[in-house]
């Protein structure tokens, strides 16, 4: 990507925001959506510093010492046939073509919550000026929907009639097993999830753009932790989240997982353009070292590839650094 565009899709002060794949308009950024941003922030922080307390010591050897932090509900049979029971049930008509296209894409043992929530998954169109302005008022968070998917209900609610976005719910639809979402467990794991179902969603349906550039992107670089990228898949449709962190600290430590998984959060439930685009910066560089401790050529080298596939990428490698400014400056006052 060019670099220009990188810096300014960063620093713009965007009336855009992105969630379930494309852009809407917002609102405008406001003082008030960075205020948000900074309580969401904190929040967020002591959600992770909890669990950090509460994980025991990650040792790669002995997984089931480990607490989990995973539930899994819903257990599904192995020998179940998971494609002749999906083209049975088809569901509904919108997503016919988006369900050809991702179960020929991704692999069969992993289509089990597709599968079981098929059955009775209710799209809601929604009215983008109506319902979304409703939405807004009882909003917690500084970024509106434009898709969203309810684990407990089973349903997916639309705001604008795309595909991009209708694929991406779908994908958070694929992945839950009633309760969680994909990487997104008991409440942990959220930017983590959007960053991996996205990619998923620009990777099986093809799409130019995506949202959640930031969560996408590192996702993309934590991929190359695994021996084996169908791992970080299978432990997605799993809920299993505890896979990544086992996987993760094989080279990184369990605090460096926790701190990852909280700047994912920061980054995709409210922005602070600039303090964004620095710590987005600073975090590609720590994965950076981080796999660099695992000596092993082939991870390190797929690491660079995408890293430097960023020109800032390259120019902040050989040599300029960047500093926090202070969030509460005067100019966010
Ligand atoms: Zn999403």
Known sequence: MDLIIQILQELIPAFLVATGGVTIVSGGFTIN?????LIIREKNKHKYLKLYKR??????TQESEIPQIIRLIFKGNNKQDY????????????????IETF???????NLRFCARNLQTVKINKKNIMKDLKDYLSNLKKPIAPIGLYHPTSNTIDLFIPSKQVLSHEFIHMCSSNGEDCGFLVRNFGYGLDEGYTELLNKRIFKYKTYSYYKNVNIT??????????????????????????????????KKEFFDLLEKLDNFAMGKIPINDFIEYQKLKFKLYDIIKRSNDENKIKNFENILFQ??????????????SPHITSKRLK
């Open 103 to 109: 179960t020929t894409n991704v692999d069969e043992k």
């Open 310 to 323: 960023s020109s800032l990428s390259k120019i902040l490698h050989n040599g300029y650094t960047l500093t």
């Open 220 to 253: 993309k670089l934590l991929e190359t932790f695994f021996d084996n990228p169908k791992d970080f898949e299978k432990a997605f449709f799993n809920n299993d989240l505890d896979a990544v962190l086992i996987q993760f600290c094989k080279y990184g430590t």
């Open 55 to 60: 994980t025991g010591e990650v040792k790669e």
């Open 83 to 98: 494609l002749n029971f999906i083209n049975m049930v088809k569901g509904p008509e919108e997503l016919k073509d988006i």
């Open 33 to 37: 959506s960075i205020n948000k941003s």
